[in-house]
């Protein structure tokens, strides 16, 4: 009796596993959508997906990075 259990369980964990997947790669087509739409409209992806990635990150990691890009800049002559 618990192997059917965990059998079907197991089978359930799957299916969702499977159905979130299938959500995750809509999910990513939307957003290609969006940059497409965005760089017909002349807007720089490069740049926005820089953004986006900065706006994830906590302000003293955000501000930790930015200094050390700065740091690095400078010792190479970019600054």
Known sequence: MSDIIAADQLRLFIERIE???EEKKAM???IK???AEA???GYD????RTIVRLRKMEKHHRDEAE???DTYKAA????
């Not at 992806?45 to 926005?48: F, L, N, P, Q, R």
């Not at 190479?76 to 600054?79: M, T």
Request: cysteine-free; overall charge negative.
């Open 19 to 21: 159905r979130l997947e």
């Open 28 to 30: 990513a087509d939307d």
């Open 33 to 35: 959508d969006v940059y």
């Open 39 to 41: 760089k017909a409209n």
């Open 45 to 48: 992806v490069k740049t926005m």
């Open 67 to 69: 200094m050390l890009l």
């Open 76 to 79: 190479l002559g970019l600054a």
